[in-house]
């Protein structure tokens, strides 16, 4: 059963840094572009970042302080987030981009 | 980068009706679109892919249907698990984008 699992979110200052993983079943992850998307509360959906075998992309809004990677050994997706803002506040997504399947999310708080 | 513009922003229907919410690009995506459903507190679910492209799973009264820059999800008989939001989501370039949501309310 495929299936993916965020974890790391939490409440953080401004600034400061969080490392976000994306445990992936039923699946090899590194034969997919896999994708990171965020919604702030009572907002919209928004693209962040891709690793998928042509490289890595990602949104303006986090070029520079975001970084995607995975650990294939784990099966497991990660966003490296630095230089974090308030209004970096959302539920970030892990998804599939082959097979669209979406983890629950996981919440982030960027707050002094 | 592309944008994505979903209309109407909000719609109020009633069990039964068919409903059709549109999706605009600002340059041609070929068919490389793709229609998620979001409840409240849940994670996106897809619908359409391709445009046109039935998930496995999503039931039939549901279609999608556009090519290049115009895009429409089409509810053929609405039921009440159907009220929520939907966005529109291109893949064709990086970055990839969302509409701004349609969300489909009870009349």
């Known amino acids: 059963q495929v299936q993916l699992v965020e974890s790391g979110g939490g409440v953080v200052q401004p600034g400061r840094s969080l490392r976000l993983s994306c445990a992936a079943s039923?699946?090899?992850?590194?034969?997919?572009?896999m994708h990171w998307v965020r919604q702030a509360p009572g907002k919209g959906l928004e693209w962040l970042t891709v690793i998928s075998p042509d490289g890595t992309h990602y949104a303006d809004s986090v070029k520079g302080r975001f970084t995607i990677s995975r650990d294939n050994s784990k099966n497991t997706l990660y966003l490296q987030m630095n230089s974090l803002r308030p209004e970096d506040t959302a539920v970030y997504y892990c998804a599939n981009g082959g097979n669209w399947s979406w983890g629950r999310g996981t919440t982030v708080t960027v707050s002094s | 980068d592309i944008q994505m513009t979903q209309s109407p922003s909000t719609l109020s229907a009633s069990v039964g009706d068919r409903v059709t919410i549109t999706c605009r690009a600002s340059?041609?995506?070929?068919?490389?679109l793709a229609w998620y459903q979001q409840k409240p507190g849940k994670a996106p679910k897809v619908l359409m892919y391709?445009?046109?492209s039935l998930q496995s799973g999503v039931p039939s009264r549901f279609s999608g249907s556009g090519s290049g820059t115009e895009f429409t999800l089409t509810i053929s008989s609405l039921q009440p698990e159907d009220f929520a939001t939907y966005y529109c989501?291109?893949?064709?370039?990086?970055?990839?984008?969302f509409g701004q949501g349609t969300k489909l309310e009870i009349k």
């Open positions: 039923g699946f090899i992850l590194r034969n997919y572009g």
């Open positions: 989501q291109q893949y064709n370039n990086y970055p990839y984008t």
């Open positions: 391709k445009a046109s």
């Open positions: 340059q041609s995506i070929s068919d490389s």
